[in-house]
């Protein structure tokens, strides 16, 4: 919903001509929760990333805390965002227990983050811009697929986080997407 309200309020600020030709208007988003309720699945996810750290006045009731996350905005269209990130064991794990992943999940997925905090992760956070979304802008291409970059490596892949991981096979079934072993036949 939000995303069409947002194409929505894009197309009648151009055709109402609200949006001065010339000016550039900066906004930072800020406050939003860190859940929202995914009906299909009958479950929280995190909104921003599950690594996003909750405000610390809300961290006694997790499920409705606001994130530390903030995005900023130009022209309405997101040129980049970030969070301030959780550091601390306990508030991972209990993020992780929030948004429907079990004890031996999360260790399996991210048992190498669990493990840093333990020794002692100072508080951090950051931003990203999004360049490729700025290129689009300055090009005045219409879509980022005109400018986007290459991904990390030639086979799409992240050397530092070993991603892509494994998905389990409820997305595989959102995706509509079948699993097969390949015919030790054919391969040769």
């Given at each position: 919903?939000?995303?069409?309200?947002?194409?929505?309020?894009?197309?009648l600020?151009?055709?109402?001509?609200?949006?001065?030709?010339?000016?550039?208007a900066?906004?930072?988003v800020?406050?939003f929760?860190?859940f929202?309720?995914?009906?299909?699945?009958?479950?929280?996810?995190a909104l921003?990333?599950?690594?996003?750290?909750?405000?610390?006045?809300?961290?006694?009731?997790?499920?409705?805390?606001?994130?530390q996350?903030?995005?900023?905005?130009?022209?309405?269209?997101?040129?980049g965002?970030?969070?301030?990130?959780?550091?601390?064991?306990?508030?991972?794990?209990?993020?992780?227990?929030?948004?429907?992943l079990?004890?031996?999940?999360?260790?399996?997925?991210?048992?190498?983050?669990?493990?840093?905090?333990q020794?002692?992760?100072?508080?951090?956070?950051g931003i990203?811009?999004?360049?490729d979304r700025?290129?689009?802008?300055?090009?005045?291409a219409?879509s980022?697929r005109?400018?986007?970059?290459f991904?990390?490596?030639?086979?799409?892949t992240?050397?530092?986080?070993?991603?892509?991981?494994?998905?389990?096979?409820?997305?595989?079934?959102?995706?509509?997407?079948?699993?097969?072993?390949?015919?030790?036949?054919?391969?040769?």
């Amino acid at each position: 919903v939000n995303k069409t309200l947002d194409r929505v309020r894009q197309f009648l600020a151009k055709s109402l001509e609200e949006v001065p030709e010339g000016e550039d208007a900066f906004l930072w988003v800020t406050d939003f929760p860190m859940f929202e309720w995914n009906p299909e699945e009958k479950r929280l996810e995190a909104l921003h990333h599950p690594f996003t750290a909750p405000n610390p006045d809300q961290i006694h009731d997790l499920k409705n805390a606001n994130a530390q996350a903030y995005d900023i905005v130009l022209n309405g269209v997101e040129i980049g965002g970030g969070s301030l990130r959780i550091y601390r064991s306990d508030v991972q794990s209990e993020v992780f227990a929030a948004i429907g992943l079990s004890e031996e999940e999360a260790r399996s997925k991210f048992g190498y983050l669990l493990d840093a905090f333990q020794l002692g992760a100072p508080p951090h956070g950051g931003i990203a811009y999004g360049l490729d979304r700025l290129v689009m802008m300055l090009a005045g291409a219409s879509s980022i697929r005109d400018v986007i970059a290459f991904p990390k490596t030639a086979g799409a892949t992240c050397l530092l986080t070993e991603a892509p991981g494994d998905v389990n096979d409820q997305q595989l079934k959102e995706l509509h997407i079948q699993r097969r072993a390949p015919d030790p036949k054919t391969e040769e």
